[in-house]
T-cell receptor, first 113, second 112 residues
Framework: AQSVTQPDIHITVSEGASLELRCNYS??????LFWYVQSPGQGLQLLLK??????LVQGIKGFEAEFKRSQSSFNLRKPSVHWSDAAEYFC???????????FGKGTHLIIQP | DGGITQSPKYLFRKEGQNVTLSCEQN?????MYWYRQDPGQGLRLIYY???????QKGDIAEGYSVSREKKESFPLTVTSAQKNPTAFYLC???????????FGPGTRLLVL
């Protein structure tokens, strides 16, 4: 069965500091990987996705993620966080078809001034 | 996403009552999905539909029902059989290739 693990429930980062959110997945075939962000009481916004090709993918709002097949990981990074980045971040995996995605439980990002 | 609307934003259910959550899209995507979100639990798939007049159960379909009579609409009914309905419900639509999903703003269901 497929699964996604986000080991960090909460992360606190100072404004201007770099950020890395961890995501590990389990999937029996070629994974399609996604990162979404959610502000309180809102829907999810797609940050970036990986299907194939270059293992370093760029997304919106200055985020990037690196796919490492050997480690079954798809970690999200940002060089310098802004207070507006405070939100809940979800990693998800799918098979590329029209079936549903499997989500991790999320990482809550807190930005310190 | 501005092309996906969910209504109402808040919904209150009384004991033994069925309630229906609306999801409408103007993105012309074939696939539509319903997820349930509970605090600290991520999103769990309730039902999905890849085409009009067809839908499949997700991981937590018990106590829920859906219909897909039009491409643009995928309403979710929370029946009285769902004993713990309080949650945030998210509708999504999907592209035909790659599996990318785009989400609506959500409906919060509360039990009176």
């Amino acid at each position: 069965a497929q699964s996604v693990t986000q080991p960090d429930i909460h992360i606190t980062v100072s404004e201007g500091a770099s950020l890395e959110l961890r995501c590990n997945y389990s999937y029996g075939a070629t994974p399609y990987l996604f990162w979404y962000v959610q502000s309180p009481g809102q829907g999810l916004q797609l940050l970036l996705k990986y299907f194939s090709g270059d293992t370093l993918v760029q997304g919106i709002k200055g985020f990037e993620a690196e796919f490492k097949r050997s480690q079954s990981s798809f970690n999200l990074r940002k060089p310098s966080v802004h207070w507006s980045d405070a939100a809940e971040y979800f990693c998800a995996v799918g098979g590329g078809g029209a079936d549903g995605l499997t989500f991790g439980k999320g990482t809550h990002l807190i930005i310190q001034p | 996403d501005g092309g996906i609307t969910q209504s109402p934003k808040y919904l209150f259910r009384k004991e033994g009552q069925n309630v229906t959550l609306s999801c409408e899209q103007n993105l012309n995507h074939d696939a539509m999905y319903w997820y349930r979100q509970d605090p600290g639990q991520g999103l769990r798939l309730i039902y999905y539909s890849q085409i009009v007049n067809d839908f499949q159960k997700g991981d937590i379909a018990e106590g829920y029902s859906v219909s897909r009579e039009k491409k643009e609409s995928f309403p979710l009914t929370v029946t009285s059989a769902q004993k713990n309905p309080t949650a945030f419900y998210l509708c999504a639509v999907g592209t035909s290739g790659g599996g990318t999903q785009y989400f609506g703003p959500g409906t919060r269901l509360l039990v009176l």
